[in-house]
């Protein structure tokens, strides 16, 4: 378990009250309190970097609409590894100031939208979308025009928070699957002469050939096959730097035969960087 006290505080995105929030004081339980906020997970990673004594928050994956690519670049692109992970169950709700049916504009952040997109095309078919910067600024945007033909997705937490919320409540959980959970990692700056602990639950790591040629999958998943590795996640995401070359994210479960593999891994001249290996944190 990392030692919490060693670091001053939490930097997630923000404002106030939202999931990455909810997050962070997780992470920090009562040996943390402070945390600071930002707009952009690329903001979240160069802060950790500059400061030994700051954490990062940030959301990684979601059950339903995949990958965070901001996330997975900013490890690639940052000197940070993964500590912890942590899952957040994730539910919506929806505020309108009119019935739905006469609804002209909607207030979603992005992540929300891929989330409740079947419930707003069944409720909202001719409502247009207009993205926040945030879930909390979707409410805010939507208080600010009370007189307006407009709704918002917004946390189902805010309902039980905020009376004009309430009193404006069309329906909750309008997430379009009822296990909606959004997985957070917690970053630091990498420490010096950091070796992974193949001991705790998991490893992430990213994976980029050298050349492109065939059956270079198959090869990758041989050596996983041969040391017993199960994986867990195994995604390809394209190089920035050159178009149609792709890398691989993958997350395993360790077992004691973790640090063979990827020795065998570099005599097949496939380069990877270990994100970190890393325990969940319960709520």
Request: proline share 4%; charged share 25%; net charge negative.
């Amino acid at each position: 378990m990392v030692q919490l006290t060693a670091f001053s505080k939490i930097i997630t995105l923000g404002p106030k009250g939202t999931f990455s929030n909810q997050a962070a004081s997780l992470v920090g339980g009562d040996e943390i309190d402070t945390i600071e906020y930002t707009t952009t997970i690329p903001h979240i990673a160069k802060a950790v970097v500059k400061d030994n004594n700051v954490l990062g928050v940030i959301p990684i994956e979601n059950s339903t609409s995949g990958m965070v690519g901001q996330a997975q670049d900013s490890l690639v692109d940052s000197d940070v590894v993964i500590i912890n992970e942590l899952q957040i169950d994730i539910h919506f709700s929806l505020v309108s100031h009119v019935p739905l049916g006469e609804v002209k504009h909607f207030f979603c952040h992005a992540e929300a939208f891929n989330q409740t997109m079947i419930f707003t095309a069944e409720n909202m078919p001719e409502a247009k979308v207009v993205f926040s910067n945030s879930n909390i600024h979707s409410g805010e945007l939507f208080l600010e025009r009370s007189q307006e033909p407009v709704a918002a997705i917004i946390p189902k937490a805010l309902i039980t928070k905020e009376a004009a919320f309430r009193e404006r409540l069309m329906a909750n959980n309008v997430q379009d699957y009822e296990q909606n959970i959004t997985r957070f990692v917690v970053i630091q700056k990498t420490p010096e002469g950091y070796k992974p602990d193949y001991s705790k639950n998991k490893t992430s790591l990213f994976l980029e050939f050298k050349e492109d040629r065939h059956s270079m999958l198959f090869e990758l998943l041989r050596e996983f096959h041969v040391f017993g590795i199960n994986l867990c996640r195994l995604e390809s995401r394209p190089l920035k730097d050159t178009p149609w070359r792709y890398s691989f994210f993958i997350d395993l479960i360790n077992n004691h035969r973790v640090e063979s593999c990827l020795e065998e891994l570099q005599k097949q001249d496939i380069g990877y960087k270990v994100f970190g290996s890393f325990d969940r944190i319960t709520n």
